[in-house]
């Protein structure tokens, strides 16, 4: 099946000379079409650096990146900024939503971005919030919105362009228990239902365990966990 995400011998460094911090050390992955794949590690491991490296934010060290079989690094800024809107959608821990735009609106974002007629992209917009259940937040800004809310809307963001693969990391760190189940289960539903391939990086086993692979990233490489 196709390669969504493939790194190869990826390595990455902060810094050079003495404050050199070697993050990732010839790191091999392959995400699938459709695949569902959990990322865990400790806090300062290289979770973040990987993600932004799969979404070719920063550039490797050493090895390669290809998102839907093209070697990013060869590709000018524009046509990795079109390769990754093509394929990519990212929630982070903290939402990321435009304090001034209404739910709505910071919802219908991408596809205006892209183009799309406003009332076209608004309609959608709203069958996605819909989905989420905050069809009676629909006109809330950011701050008349609980945590939990915020990260609700940053998922209908994500998925409303139907990206190949959804990039998610520790989406639910700043939620409470209950939230964080919520939002995780939000998140599987989703991806599931718009047959997304899922990296999610979280410390939640039960939602690890969900997932058709899991992965330790540790001393710089990932190793799958049965
Ligand atoms: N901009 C930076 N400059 C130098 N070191 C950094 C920078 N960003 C992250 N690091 C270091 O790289 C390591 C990996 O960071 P990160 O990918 O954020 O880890 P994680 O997401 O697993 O918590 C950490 O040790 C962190 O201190
Ligand atoms: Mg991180």
Redesign the pocket.
């Known amino acids: 099946m196709n390669n969504i995400i493939e790194c190869r011998s990826l390595s990455f460094n ?2 050079a000379g003495i ?1 050199k ?1 070697s ?1 990732l050390k010839n790191l091999d992955f392959k995400v699938k079409a459709n695949e569902k794949i959990a990322i865990i ?12 490296l799969m979404a070719g934010l920063d550039t490797p060290t050493d090895g390669e990146v290809l998102i839907d079989n093209t070697n990013i690094s060869k590709l000018k800024e524009h046509q990795r900024t079109e390769i990754r809107a093509k394929n990519l959608s990212f929630v982070y821990q903290f939402h990321h939503l435009l304090k001034d735009f209404s739910s709505l609106y910071n919802t219908a974002l991408p596809l205006l971005i892209d183009d799309m007629n406003k009332n076209e992209a608004l309609l959608k917009a709203e069958k996605i919030l819909k989905k989420v259940g905050l069809e009676s937040r629909i006109n809330h800004k950011p701050s008349e919105l609980s945590g939990g809310e915020r990260q609700r809307v940053a998922i209908a963001r994500a998925m409303i362009n139907e990206p190949t693969c959804l990039l998610a ?2 989406p639910s760190g700043n939620l409470d228990e209950k939230n964080a189940k919520d939002i995780l289960d939000l998140i599987i539903e989703l991806n599931n239902n718009q047959n997304t391939a899922l990296i999610i ?1 979280t410390h939640d086993l039960n939602i690890a365990n969900k997932m058709d692979k899991k992965f330790d ?1 540790i001393n710089g490489r990932l190793n799958e966990s049965l």
């Open positions: 902060y810094g404050t911090t993050v590690g400790q806090s300062g491991c290289g979770k973040s650096t990987l993600l932004n990391d520790e990086v990233l």
